[in-house]
Each structure stands twice: as C-alpha cells, then as structure tokens.
C-alpha cells in the first residue's frame, strides 16, 4: 500500500469521528478501522521518514479525538443516569413525606403526576451506561410509582367518603338554620328563639368539626321591649356569619336555600325598619332645628379658621415651588456630575492604555540592537511620558471638580431637608385647623 491510499483511509477515520455523537452506534467500526490503519502503517511504503512521522503523528491526534469524543458520550450518559436517579430520589422522598396522608391541593398532586411522566420519560431514551444500571433505576421507579398509586386510590376514596358525610352534615344544619330563621318573621314574637337556638347547639355538639354556635343579644327581652326588630336582625346576622365561617364544611345547594329564606325575611323586616326609620327621622329633624340655633356662632368661628388655613395653603405653595426649584438644581447637578465621573472615567481609561504602551516601548527599548531605534524609541517614551503626566493632571483636576460638585449636592440637599421640615410642619398644621373644623 502507497502512503496516499493509507491516508485516504485515515480520512475516511476522520468523517467517522466527526459523525460519532450520542445518537448513533459506530464506535465499533471506528476501533476496527483504527486497528486496520495500524496495520497499513507496517506494511506502507512512505518517500521519506519525515512523511511516515508526519502521517502518524496526524493518525495519533485523530486516535486521542476518538478517545476524548467517546468518553465525553460516556459522561453524558453517566449524567442522564444521575439525572434520572434524581427524579427518583425527589419522587421518594413523596412516600416518605406521606404526601397524600397530608391532604394536597390539586396542584401539587398534579406536579406530583409531572414528576412520574417525567422520570418515566427517562426510560424511553436510551442513553443509559448501562442496562444494569437502567434497569436498576426502574426497578426503583415502578415500585414508587405503584406505592404512590395505591396512597392515591386511597386517599381519594377518603375525600369521596368525606364529600358524602359533608352533604349529610350540610343538609342537618342547614335545616335547623331555616328553622330559626322563620322565626325571626315580624309576625311572630321571640319566646321561640331560645328554645331554637338551644337545639341548635345541640346539634352542633354531633358535628364532624368543632363549631362554636349563635348566642342571643343580651337582655333579649329588654331589646324586645325597646325595638323588636333589633334581636331578629342580630339573629339573621348571627345566622349569616355561622354560615361564613362554616361554609367549607356547608354544601352550596344548602346554602342557596337557606339565603333564598333569608332574603324573604330580611325583606319583611326592611319594610319595618323603614317604619322604624321614619320615627327616627322626625327625632332627627327636631335636633336638626335645634342645631341651627347654634349655627351662627359657628359661621364666624370657620371664616376665621378659613382666614388662616388660606394663609397656610400660600406659606406651602411658596415652600413647595422652593423645593422643587432646588430639586432641579440638584439634579442638574448630578447629571453635571455624571458627566464629569464619565469623563474621568474615559481619562483613566486612557491613562491606562498609554502606559501600556509607555511599558511596551520600555520593553523595546531594552532589546533594541539599532541606535536609530533607540533614539526614536526614546523620544517616543518622553512623549508617552508627557503624555500621562498630562492626563494624570487632568484626572486630579476632574476629582477635585467632582468633589466639589458632591459638595454642593450635599448643602443643597440640607437646604431641601429644611424646606421640607417646614413643609411637614405646615402640612401638619393645616391637617390640625382641618381636624378643629370638621369636630367643632
């Protein structure tokens, strides 16, 4: 065999190599080609010495490709392994967390069904070191994915035995609500009240949960004697708050037809209330009348007050327009600022480049053989010289610019914070006479 049939062998190595990933199985042909083309190397005839080492030492690099390739692949399939090894352990540790002993939400439970599709997903690719290894980790797997699918079953069928003992629990207390409810008709007295609520607390007693009941207004019969509306509207809102607080343990059909009464009777007692209100009002306008006869000593009293809120209101438009007047003369002055730190910015950059260069032309000048190169070169370094002496002048001049800018920032700002300080007592002040105003 001639050198250039052996190296279109190699070649033929070397699109081989750049063929092989993850997805393919050619790492057998590649090692028997590799054997192949040692054996050429024996039996090749090559012009020169130089040309044999030559073409080794190109086989020799395309061999540690190979290598380096396929023990890349290797630690990629060792990753995807940990990868899945790591799912599992996540789905373990919802067995030893007795996840659905815990009650969970419908979300977690379906980040929990994610988390199966996705480690099973796992098993599908077949990127895996080893079959020992995979199957190692399905072993692992199904017995997980079958113990949280038995947790599962149950766990539902608790929830449905639950749902059917809160439709009956629902159904019971719902009943006996309606029952106190149509008591508190306005055409019915009290003296059933207590009775009623007392069965209720009864009841309560039986439940699956731990509820607190309804107690009557105080003095039930003095409130009667009062307004006999009243105790029948605490009553409702008694009703309406249990049911409040309650209602995850109530079924919403129940709810509905307890409301529907409620609003049946709620309507009755507005229509007395009105009455009641009508009563009421005519109290009211009697005090109104009486009101008025003070009226007038209260007129001068709020001009006065208005007189001096106006005062106010002017001293706060004033200190608010100075404020703001010193607030754009700070900030043209951090913008000012903002430049001038840019500028220096851009001066030490600078600062920084020459002296590269001044290092540059020093390490020339070192190993110069020429005297007509060094005297340029030593020209050129006095320039470079100049040159940052006269930067380092202007970044010196730009700290002390700064300096002063944050200087003035900062009186400034001490002025705004008195403007302010007197803001704020102005403020307080005018809040002060509008308090006097409105509780006189």
């Known amino acids: 065999m001639i050198a250039s049939e052996l190296l279109l062998k190699i070649e ?21 080609l590799k054997s192949e083309i040692e054996a050429y190397f024996k039996a090749t005839q090559f012009e020169s010495v130089e040309e044999k080492d030559t073409t080794r030492a ?26 899945a090894d790591a799912i599992i352990e996540e789905l373990a540790t919802y067995k ?17 069904k994610a988390l199966i599709d996705k480690a099973f997903g796992f098993f599908k690719n077949p990127h895996w070191p080893s079959k020992e290894r995979r199957n190692s980790a399905w072993d ?48 019915t007295g009290i003296e059933h009240l207590p009775l009623l ?11 699956p949960f731990d509820a607190s009941g309804m107690e009557l207004p105080n003095n039930l019969q003095e409130a009667a004697m009062k307004n006999g509306l009243k105790p029948k509207s605490d009553i409702i809102r008694e009703v309406k708050k249990f049911v409040n607080n309650y209602r995850d343990y109530l079924v919403w059909d129940d709810i509905k037809r307890l409301y529907a009464e409620i609003e049946i009777i709620i309507a009755a007692l ?135 800018i944050e200087t003035d920032i900062q009186e400034i700002n001490v002025k705004i914070g008195i403007v302010e300080k007197g803001i704020e007592e102005t403020v307080a002040k005018i809040e002060e006479v509008k308090k006097n105003l409105t509780s006189e």
Not at 16 to 31: R, S
Not at 96 to 112: G, H, M, V
Not at 197 to 207: K, Y
């Open 12 to 32: 033929k190595f070397k699109e081989l190599i750049q063929k092989l990933d993850e997805a393919n199985d050619i790492g057998k042909v590649l090692w028997q």
């Open 58 to 83: 190109y086989f020799d690099s395309l061999c540690n490709e190979l290598r380096e390739k396929q023990e890349a692949i290797k630690n990629d399939h060792i990753e995807f392994a940990n990868q």
């Open 96 to 112: 030893t967390s007795q996840f659905f002993q815990n009650k969970p939400e419908k979300e977690a439970a379906l980040q929990l």
């Open 140 to 187: 692992k797997f199904s017995a997980l994915r079958t113990e949280l699918k038995n947790e599962e079953d149950a766990f539902y069928a608790q929830l449905k035995e639950e749902r059917n003992l809160r439709i009956a629990t629902s159904k019971k207390i719902i009943d006996k609500l309606i029952e106190i409810v149509d008591a508190c008709n306005i055409e």
């Open 197 to 207: 609520l007392d069965s209720f607390g009864a009841i309560l007693v039986d439940l």
């Open 270 to 404: 507005d229509k007395a209330w009105a009455l009641h209100r009508e009563e009421i009002q005519k109290k009211q306008e009697e005090w109104e009348e009486r009101k008025k006869l003070n009226a007038q000593k209260r007129e001068e009293w709020v001009k006065k007050q208005g007189d001096y809120l106006q005062v106010l209101h002017e001293r706060l438009e004033k200190r608010t327009v100075d404020k703001l007047n010193l607030e754009k003369i700070v900030a043209g002055k951090i913008d000012y600022l903002k430049r001038q730190e840019t500028r220096k910015e851009n001066q030490s950059e600078y600062l920084d480049k020459i002296t590269a260069e001044l290092n540059e032309m020093t390490e020339q000048l070192k190993t110069a053989w020429s005297e007509s190169f060094k005297e340029r070169t030593s020209i050129k370094i006095e320039q470079k010289k100049a040159k940052i002496a006269e930067v380092n002048s202007e970044i010196e001049a730009l700290k002390e610019k700064t300096s002063g």
